[in-house]
């Protein structure tokens, strides 16, 4: 068998990611990016230890490490700064929960995917695929591949070419996400290095620390609320329902935008040569913080089928039937707790059925050591 060429849409975490271990694994691979320019829309991003074990299997965990942050506990507080609850990471059993820029995770597995020889082509946007082997780019041109892959994100051209679209749900919340600069007395504090969630009746802060110099903000709001969802954000309004923040929301400058939580589910993963995954098949609401990495354990995934299986199409139905009951799990636990807005009340989410993903083995990892703790 010569060398086996995949065509993938979208450079972000899910295509990224797949055409490293695609490459890694003797294929030819080039991705489209409708984007000029290759960069990771966003502000902060969680990984946990599934995901930490993917980027381990395709040589970047320790580069993603050096500019990330461990948190040492997860905490709910009420406006004022009063502890809620509180639960520690990086520890036996409850695996590290780390967080950092996109950005920063961005940039790690963008140079292991040129490093493994992708092509990366800016400005060529998919308008369809053919479930033959064919992708279609806007101007006319059709792409043939032994594989094609449509990771355009949530308004898949590729998914939606093939009508593989089952529904897409838009929930009641939404997101603005902010990085901010951090305090110099903020780091190492035995309170302000932690992930907190700070739970009003109406609205709610998460505060998540990157690295030394930068801090994640999610300010999450009611579509209906309009002084809420105002961007740019208006300081004022949030530091007087979050009073404890005031400082940190001082520093907010005229960035960010308004997304509304959504969830996509597809028919199938596949039709033909052509699989489809990351947002453009399973998006999900924030609530586990599970979206990149169930994108990223899938895109692994679906390398090793390729090797397991040499007929493509079998290999993408056996892909799926592996892959997608914990991605569905991911989603319909990720929707319930935003439906229902677990831990407001104090009680924690990080029940064993919330953190079945983050302490999941992704296929193709089987191999690695347990990584350290703490």
């Given amino acids: 068998m010569g060398q086996r060429h995949a065509e993938i849409a979208g450079a972000g975490f899910a295509g990224l990611t797949l055409a490293t271990a695609l490459c890694q694994r003797g294929w030819s691979v080039r991705v489209h990016e409708a984007s000029p320019v290759l960069r990771a829309f966003g502000a902060g991003i969680y990984i946990w230890e599934n995901g930490l074990r993917v980027l381990q299997a395709i040589g970047v965990a320790d580069q993603v490490l050096a500019g990330a942050h461990q948190a040492p506990f997860y905490e709910s507080r009420l406006p004022d700064g009063t502890l809620l609850s509180q639960e520690r990471f990086g520890t036996p059993g409850r695996g590290r929960m780390t967080t950092m820029t996109r950005a920063h995770l961005y940039d790690c597995i963008l140079a292991a995917a040129r490093g493994a020889g992708a092509e990366i082509v800016t400005g060529s946007e998919a308008?369809?695929?053919?479930?033959?082997?064919?992708?279609?780019?806007?101007?006319?041109?059709?792409?043939?591949a032994d594989l094609v892959v449509g990771a355009d994100g949530v308004r898949s051209a590729v998914r939606d070419s093939l009508g593989l679209l089952a529904e897409r749900t838009a929930h009641r919340d939404g997101v603005i996400r902010l990085i901010v600069d951090r305090a110099a007395a903020e780091v190492g504090h035995p309170v302000w290095d932690s992930v907190i969630n700070f739970w009003a009746p109406e609205r709610r802060i998460l505060y998540s620390p990157c690295n030394h110099r930068e801090l994640y903000l999610v300010l999450v709001a009611k579509a209906t609320d309009a002084e809420g969802v105002r961007v740019p954000v208006d300081r004022d309004v949030w530091a007087k329902t979050f009073p404890v923040l005031a400082d940190v929301l001082s520093r907010v400058g005229e960035q960010g935008r308004y997304d509304l939580y959504e969830s996509t589910r597809v028919t199938r993963w596949s039709a033909g040569r052509v699989a489809v995954f990351g947002d453009a098949a399973h998006a999900m609401p924030p609530t586990l913080g599970q979206g990149a990495g169930c994108a990223i354990m899938n895109a692994l995934g679906l390398a090793v089928a390729l090797e397991e299986t040499a007929v493509i199409p079998a290999a993408l139905l056996a892909w799926e039937a592996r892959e997608r009951p914990l991605t569905d799990y991911t989603q319909n636990v990720s929707q319930r707790i935003a439906q229902e807005r677990t831990g407001a009340d104090g009680r924690s989410k990080w029940t064993p059925e919330a953190m079945r993903t983050a302490l999941h083995v992704p296929t193709g990892t089987q191999h690695l050591a347990v990584a350290p703790e703490g």
């Fill in 127 to 144: 308008v369809g695929a053919d479930p033959a082997g064919l992708l279609h780019v806007r101007g006319g041109e059709s792409r043939p």
